[in-house]
């Protein structure tokens, strides 16, 4: 067992990396990971960083290896923001931390994730560190594609991209290190389009198994402008309520943590020069809570894109395997009822519809106007 093993299907990535941890020469300050959603970016950070600082290059059982693995090596920092974008003080904090010497290990890693999640301001604060890095100190930036970080960012590092791992790897992973079914895992990495932590979760939670069922079911369920605007809100209504279920039990704890920590017991007015704390803390709660809600509906849309390509798929005799294999009759249906031309178009307004919730467009519009290009076409 070594630090490499949950990183699956990117062989060549893994060589680079390994590469860099056994040869000083291949070794650079700040690197660039780039893949798409759930091909493992992190998870490959966190190893390289976990290599790094093993004496063996990441044997997984040392104790350098299990505790930056944990997110507890001292030496190893990870920014995982859970809001909509990096806040500039987030990466202050950063920089300031990069310029201490590792306290023990033998470098010091800052680790960024979502490094597309800055703002230009943000990412031009970051880069006088990139461009001139202390002493042993390693950044590793987390980015979906190349094209998503700034090139004054980009240019000064290492790319490693990372591809799409084939289904049977990721349900290989989910056996071997979750126990799932083999049938179940495969079936769940399918789903997922590789997809390695929505594969987990689908393999391991019938719940979200049945949601995703009830989204592609509005493909059926649309037959005019009534039922595409009912289908919208019906969307926007279930991302709202995973949010509160996400976040309603952290925000709580969060709360009587700080109200503890200014000294203010259980049901005791907020003295006024103590609000803006207070306020601050709600601030953050709710802009997470957005990242969640947008995560959700974005989920949404991509499950119904993979719907649109398995019925594409049906429609040009494509020889491939369907994503919902378990739904090849309501693929077959869909693919009768329609077109090539019109399910191009479908897929097109589901594409839009993610580029107007990236750009903050009002839920439910973005999703009405979607639902509505979903209707049969005569």
């Known amino acids: 067992m070594t630090v490499w093993d949950d990183v699956v299907g990117q062989e060549h990535a893994v060589a680079a990396l390994q590469g860099a941890v056994a040869n000083p020469v291949a070794m650079t300050h700040a690197w660039l990971v780039t893949g798409p959603p759930g091909s493992g970016r992190s998870v490959a950070a966190r190893a390289f960083a976990a290599a790094l600082q093993c004496p063996q290059g990441g044997c997984g059982t040392c104790q350098a290896c299990t505790t930056t693995m944990a997110g507890t090596h001292p030496d190893v920092t990870l920014l995982a923001t859970e809001k909509v974008v990096i806040t500039i ?36 604060v970051l880069l006088k560190t990139i461009e001139e890095p202390p002493p042993h100190t390693v950044w590793v930036l987390c980015a979906p594609s190349v094209q998503d970080v700034l090139p004054t960012i980009r240019s000064r590092c290492r790319a490693v991209v990372l591809r799409v791992p084939p289904p049977q790897a990721v349900a290989d992973l989910l056996v071997r290190r979750d126990g799932a079914d083999p049938a179940v895992a495969l079936s769940a990495a399918r789903a997922a389009q590789s997809h390695v ?57 969060e709360k009587a943590e700080l109200m503890r920590g200014l000294g203010v017991a259980d049901g005791e007015t907020l003295p006024p020069r103590l609000r803006s704390q207070l306020k601050q803390l709600e601030d953050d709660q709710k802009r997470r809570a ?18 649109y390509r398995d019925v594409l798929v049906v429609q040009l005799g494509a020889e491939v395997d369907l994503v919902n294999a378990e739904l090849a009759e309501t693929v077959r249906s869909l693919a009768a009822d329609s077109t090539p031309e019109q399910t191009v178009r479908r897929m097109d307004s589901i594409g839009v519809a993610r580029t107007r919730l990236a750009g903050n467009v009002a839920p439910l519009l973005a999703l009405e106007a979607m639902t509505i290009a979903l209707r049969p076409q005569g």
């Open 197 to 253: 932590g929505l594969a987990k979760r689908l393999a391991r939670d019938a719940g979200a198994r049945e949601r995703r069922t009830a989204v592609l079911s509005i493909a059926r369920r649309i037959r005019g402008v009534g039922d595409a605007v009912v289908a919208a809100g019906e969307l926007v209504d279930v991302a709202k309520a995973e949010a509160v279920s996400a976040t309603q039990e952290r925000d709580a704890a």
């Open 290 to 307: 957005t990242r969640h809600q947008r995560d959700v509906l974005d989920r949404a849309m991509v499950d119904l894109l993979s719907l």
């Open 89 to 124: 003080d987030e990466v202050r904090g950063l920089i300031m931390t990069a310029s201490r010497s590792p306290s023990g290990g033998r470098w010091r890693v800052i680790i960024i994730e979502d490094a597309d999640r800055m703002a230009e301001r943000t990412t031009n």
